[in-house]
Each structure stands twice: as structure tokens, then as C-alpha cells.
């Protein structure tokens, strides 16, 4: 039930939001250049690698040495409205479709987060990663690592088509209030470097 939901809703909102995921391709490649798509490895269901689609919302800005300048530097205005109202992350309903993502569960992180996770984090990848989570309308990035994973693994814990359709529209929510964006004092959310409690229990 859960992966023909989610075929049905990503195809339905593919075609609904057409006009608008246009529109902001359009706006990306003006403001911002080519590539119009942010293209990243991130882990899949068991941990397993696959490339998330993004629209970009950051310059390619380097400093003397060639090495990438901080997210707050690179971060465009155009860049901003893109994460404040999530339409950054509508080019991963094509990866609901291929099977990659799920409209809902944990967000897909990085790579190289991995083998920083204790055994009850990691657990986050019993369940495909989604577009949107019980963390995102929990608090998202205001939260703190251990307690976006302990989220997660509440919802590998309870997931079920109605918590799915309640995480949906609380989504909708927290993207009107614009609610959680960021940590305070960040551009973008601070890295994971590792949990002090890895050791299994």
C-alpha cells in the first residue's frame, strides 16, 4: 500500500505542480547558471546509495585556494526562498517515482554520515528515505541531531498510511509557517560528526 501511494502521489503532484517546478527551473537558471539540478549520492533503504535531485540553491563560489566557500557565502536570496518554502526539494518526487525515495520517512542524508551513526541511529534505513518526515514537522533543522534521529526511528517504529497522511499535512503546513529551516545561527543545517553514545547498549 505504502509504494502505491506513493507511485499515485508523486505522479499526481508531478503533474499538479508542473507550472511551478517550470517556473522555478527557469528561475534557477537565470540567477544561478547551469546546472539547474543538484545531483548527490545520499543512502537509500539498507543504506544503500542512490543520486537525489535537487534544484540548486547555492553558488559554486571557491575561495583563492579552490576550495568551496562557506553555505552562508554561497547561499543566493533566490536560494533561501527555495529552502524556506521547500520547493528546493520537489525534483525528488521523480526518485518517489523510481522507487529511491518515499514521500515520507527519514530525510536522506550524507554519505560519509554512516559509519558515524550508533546502531539504534542507523536504524533510520530499515525504511526507504523520504521527501518529507516526522522530524521535518517535529522541528527540522532546529532540532538537534539526536533528536532527529530519535524521531526517525520512531517512525521506522509506527509507520503507517495514516501517520504518513498526517505527516503530510502537518508538512504543509510548517512549509506555510515556514517553521524550522535552520538551526539558529546557521545558513544551512550544522554537519553530523558522530554520536558520543555509538557503542551498542
Do not use: C
Not at 25 to 46: C, K, T
Amino acid at each position: 500500500m505504502k509504494r502505491l501511494f506513493d507511485v499515485v502521489g508523486a505522479a499526481a503532484l508531478l503533474v499538479l505542480l508542473s507550472p511551478v517546478l517550470l517556473l522555478v527551473a527557469l528561475l534557477v537558471r537565470r540567477f544561478l547558471g547551469r546546472p539547474v539540478l543538484f545531483v548527490q549520492e545520499r543512502p537509500g533503504l539498507g543504506g544503500r546509495p542512490f543520486l537525489m535531485y535537487k534544484f540548486r540553491t547555492m553558488r559554486d563560489a571557491k575561495d583563492a585556494r579552490g576550495e568551496p566557500l562557506p553555505d552562508s557565502e554561497r547561499l543566493t536570496s533566490l536560494g533561501r526562498v527555495l529552502r524556506a518554502t521547500s520547493l528546493d526539494e520537489l525534483p525528488e518526487l521523480y526518485n518517489v517515482l523510481r522507487g529511491d525515495m518515499s514521500l515520507v520517512g527519514p530525510r536522506p542524508l550524507l554519505m560519509e554520515y554512516l559509519p558515524l551513526y550508533s546502531p539504534e541511529q542507523a536504524r533510520r534505513h530499515e525504511v526507504r528515505p523520504g521527501v518529507t518526515g516526522w522530524a521535518q514537522v517535529n522541528g527540522r533543522n532546529a532540532l538537534s541531531w539526536e533528536e532527529k534521529f530519535k524521531l526517525d526511528v520512531w517512525y521506522v517504529d509506527h509507520q503507517s498510511l495514516a501517520l504518513d497522511l498526517r505527516i503530510l499535512g502537518l508538512t504543509l503546513a510548517k512549509v506555510l509557517k515556514r517553521e524550522g529551516i535552520n538551526a539558529a545561527g546557521e545558513a544551512t543545517a550544522a554537519r553530523f560528526t558522530g554520536s558520543d553514545r555509538r557503542q551498542t547498549p
